[in-house]
């Protein structure tokens, strides 16, 4: 049977391909709390859909019953919403593990915002790990970032490296970080803990059925680029510095397909319960040594790619021409983040096998298919 997993915030761009992979690999069904602030309801049910179609012709009303997700409206800010579910789940053979991806995620927004970031970012972590506590689920598997490494020393970044974030944002990531630790480091024979650090996801489901639709202008690089290929925002792209010193001076950055992220994800599930990933451990999260079974991985493709390489892409896949405009460098903008993904390669066997090629092409079948993203459906 299929452990239950509750992914918080499965209803976003990460979180749905998360809970598509979770589907598809046999091994879990999806329980999901959301409170739809950057989100759309639609985007479950094609989730649902997509695994739906995936099995095989002669599948029972089980296997597809399997694949619905159960969605609960609330907010992981506040406790009773989380006790509901795990309360409701006693009977239902209880809940195995969570993978926590709920979380607001602008870098400027978060230094306008610092105060709504740590309440949602790390209040609502904390919450969530005391409600799993107080009902003996202690399996997470933790949405960190990259940015909690700030501009580091030398690239590509191995999870070795120094954290120091620059970020509010990066700030709240790194902060629960080091709340997963200690709760691990408590109690080592309960809690067992996975971080992992994004670098850039992008691109979309190769169906087109489910993708990136922020609310209001992106601010990301790909969503940016692919829904001014379908006419909005005509005043063109503001490119931030191209005297850096980089491949054509414009900065570089680690994309990596959203459903080599997901599958990252289904990994991590697997490894949470294997001693040796832990023992293995030393500095390598970037904290001191430890006892407790917590350990923290890069997810990224490990090549870079340039803002002006990215746009040159996305015009190959969506045949528009692009309007670009070089001002000046923006504040906090580091040259280069290219991940070293050596190490979850090795321990989890995850491998970032789509290219950026495939990235663009699926963003834009999803663009192209939904112009205005999941609104009104």
Not at 221 to 234: I, R, T, Y
Request: hydrophobic share 35%; charged share 25%.
């Amino acid at each position: 049977p299929r452990k239950t997993i509750l992914i918080t915030g499965a209803a976003g761009y990460i979180g749905s391909h998360i809970a598509l992979c979770c589907l598809l690999s046999g091994k879990f069904s999806v329980v999901t709390i959301d409170n739809f602030h950057n989100s759309y309801p639609t985007a479950l049910k094609r989730v649902t859909k997509i695994a739906q179609d995936a099995l095989p012709a002669d599948a029972s009303d089980d296997d597809k019953k399997a694949l619905e997700i159960e969605v609960y409206r609330g907010d992981i800010s506040i406790k009773s919403d989380i006790e509901k579910i795990f309360d409701e789940y006693k009977s239902k053979g209880g809940i195995w593990g969570v993978i926590h991806v709920a979380a607001l995620k602008s870098v400027g927004e978060s230094g306008e915002l610092p105060i709504k970031y740590y309440e949602n970012n790390v209040t609502a972590t904390i919450n969530l790990l005391d409600v799993m506590e107080r009902n003996q689920v202690c399996n997470i598997v933790y949405s960190s970032s990259a940015t909690v490494y700030g501009a580091p020393p030398e690239c590509p970044i191995s999870e070795s490296s120094p954290l120091q974030p620059e970020s509010c944002y990066g700030r709240t990531k790194f902060m629960c970080e080091l709340i997963l630790k200690d709760v691990c480091d408590s109690a080592p024979e309960k809690w067992r803990a996975i971080s992992l650090r994004y670098f850039n996801p992008a691109g979309a489901h190769p169906s087109g059925q489910i993708g990136e639709d922020p609310r209001g202008r992106p601010g990301n690089l790909l969503p940016l680029l692919s829904q001014m290929a379908v006419g909005k925002f005509p005043e063109g792209l503001k490119v931030f510095g191209n005297d850096y010193t980089t491949v054509d001076g414009t900065c570089t950055r680690d994309y990596i397909h959203i459903m080599d992220l997901a599958q990252g994800h289904v990994d991590a599930l697997a490894a949470l319960p294997r001693d040796d990933i832990y023992a293995a451990q030393g500095k390598a999260s970037g904290f001191g040594a430890s006892g407790g079974k917590y350990k923290a991985y890069n997810l990224g493709k490990g090549e870079g790619m340039s803002v002006l390489q990215m746009v040159a892409a996305m015009e190959k896949a969506s045949g528009h021409k692009y309007k670009t405009e070089v001002v000046g460098r923006r504040t906090g903008d580091v040259p280069e983040l290219v991940a070293n993904p050596a190490l979850a390669e090795k321990e989890l066997g995850f491998k970032a096998t789509r290219g950026l090629e495939e990235m663009c092409r699926d963003l834009w079948k999803w663009q192209s298919q939904n112009p205005k993203g999941y609104e009104g459906q």
